[in-house]
């Protein structure tokens, strides 16, 4: 088993920066990828960046592509997402996710353990 706390969340203007980390406890979280994924109202919930064990893999969603970036310190089993120039679109809960694969992952079905969330708001 595998528990995820997302931190970092709040309010932030258009074109400003935000932070999320997702602490790890359990059995050893540096065995997983993991992901960020987001989820606003009335909508699905969608994958926004992925990362895989050793975090020399990355994947992004296009509408976070060269905005969003995903790392993890493995040593403090912490994953983390610099979120710049922040768009009112990015509204959302933000939940981060371990999977059981090695690899980056892109499907929700493929992650086992899942955080609490995090809201994200952005003010135009």
């Known amino acids: 088993q595998v528990q995820l706390v997302e931190s970092g969340g709040g309010l932030v203007q258009a074109g400003g920066s935000l932070r999320l980390s997702c602490a790890a406890s359990g059995r050893t979280s540096r065995q997983y990828a993991m992901g960020w994924f987001r989820q606003a109202p009335g909508k699905e919930r969608e994958l926004v960046a992925a990362i895989n064990r050793n975090g020399g893999s990355t994947y992004y969603a296009d509408s976070v592509k060269g905005r969003f970036t995903v790392s993890r310190d493995n040593a403090k089993n912490t994953m983390y997402l610099q979120m710049n120039s922040a768009k009112p679109e990015d509204t959302a809960v933000y939940y981060c996710?371990?999977?059981?694969?090695?690899?980056?992952?892109?499907?929700?079905?493929?992650?086992?353990?899942w955080g609490q969330g995090t809201q994200v708001t952005v003010s135009s």
């Open positions: 996710a371990a999977s059981q694969f090695l690899g980056v992952r892109l499907v929700v079905g493929e992650y086992a353990y």
